[in-house]
């Protein structure tokens, strides 16, 4: 073997070598780049080690098992519901909540899925809220429903390694008779209160007139006074005429 030959032969072992021994390598160091607004649970041959932020992490040996959560906001949907208010009546809503994983060890920990859990959980929450509710009283306080939903949820969420943010019923759905019924009774009540206001307003213009009947009773000059006030009030106008017989003082004095 000539020295050209030996040098091939050498250079080809030491590639050959380099290559087993990356191959080794990367059996023996895990390396594991965690992307950015995400956290990895570490574990290894079957238990925790701990959580990984974002960036590049390597670690010898073998076994290593790795699973990322992305730690922005989601969004979990309820898709129609039908539900029973406290009178038995029949509605259709959806629902739409905003949560993060905050705690990723908790949220694989707690439940085998945490997205479903949480939608069993605004469900419920969902159906307890309307079913303790008269539909009038849904219809004019959908905007509160989600507000007091998140107080009871948010809690529950919190076990599950979740922050739940923000939880909103979109629409609520009544059936079309009833939803007339609703209409009619509102539109009822609005004119009993427009009946009951212009009553009030008349009683107040009846008592000043009594009041004002007493006083001009037990003082006639005031009503001498009022008496020319009005003429002088009606002289100011233009094209009027008056005629003031001789008897005006005569009837003035009677008053």
Known sequence: MNTFTHFIVTLAAFLFAGVVLRTVLKRFIATIVVPMNHRCIHSRNGKLVGLLDSGRHRFVGMGHQFECFDNRLQQVTLQTQELTTLEGITVKTTAVGLFRVVDPIVAVSATADFNGTLYTL????LR???????????LSNVRTIGPKL??????????????LTELVVRDVIFPADIKAALSECWRSKKSALADLEAARGKAAIARTMANAAKLYETNPSLLKIRYIEALEQASK?????FVIGMSDEKALNHI
């Open 128 to 138: 307890d809220a309307f079913s303790g509710v008269e539909a009038e009283t849904l």
């Open 122 to 125: 605004i469900q419920l929450a």
């Open 237 to 241: 106008g233009m094209g009027n005429t």
């Open 150 to 163: 998140l107080e009871v949820v948010q809690p529950k969420a919190s076990d599950l390694g979740l922050e």
